[in-house]
């Protein structure tokens, strides 16, 4: 038998030895046999098995098996916008993209938790009409002009709050800094020594 494979192994030799002869000579068969195997390097088996995983991973993601350009995703993501009340832009995965934003800031667990909360212990949130905000300018008779104009103006407003508390935790600190520390500053007099 061992003669008919073609290992040439003495009587003497132990099991094993012939054993991995015997193995030798069918690993070297399959190798001629096989084409594809005389170009596979470790690079490029590297690369195939890259391959391989990445796309059992793009399958494996249910948001990479949806056609983006189609009219009905547009539609579904254009009703998504509505619903939430996001504005809406062109290419509807820009609106997936900031409803995904908005569903991650807004719809957390935590932060649907402390809202359940807040409604059960009996808060009421301070909520007020936009229309009620001044606009201390003549009406437009287009309301959506009123309505960017009042935004425009509270986002202003929030703006110069946050600049004010700013400039007045800076007042605060360099009033820490300077404060004369030998005497106790009265109920309405601080000292600064320089």
Not at 40 to 60: D, M, P, V, Y
Request: hydrophobic share 40%; charged share 25%.
């Amino acid at each position: 038998f061992l003669v008919g494979v073609g290992v040439n192994a003495e009587v003497s030799s132990s099991r094993r030895v012939i054993a991995n002869a015997v193995l030798d000579v069918v690993i070297d068969r399959k190798y001629a046999k096989c084409k594809d195997a005389h170009n596979l390097t470790g690079a490029a088996f590297r690369e195939k098995e890259e391959s391989r995983s990445a796309h059992a991973q793009r399958n494996q993601n249910p948001l990479n098996l949806i056609d983006y350009s189609s009219p009905e995703f547009a539609s579904k993501v254009k009703d998504l916008c509505q619903l939430i009340g996001i504005a809406e832009h062109p290419d509807p995965v820009v609106c997936l993209k900031a409803v995904c934003l908005f569903v991650s800031e807004n719809l957390h667990e935590s932060i649907i938790s402390e809202r359940n909360t807040e409604r059960k212990s009996g808060y009421v949130p301070n909520i007020f009409e936009l229309r009620s905000f001044p606009l201390d300018m003549p009406d437009q008779k287009h309301g959506s002009l009123n309505a960017a104009a009042r935004i425009l103006r509270l986002l202003n407003i929030e703006a110069l709050r946050k600049t004010q508390t700013n400039v007045n935790e800076t007042l605060v600190a360099i009033q820490n800094l300077t404060i004369d520390e030998t005497k106790k500053p009265a109920v309405k007099q601080v000292k600064y020594g320089f």
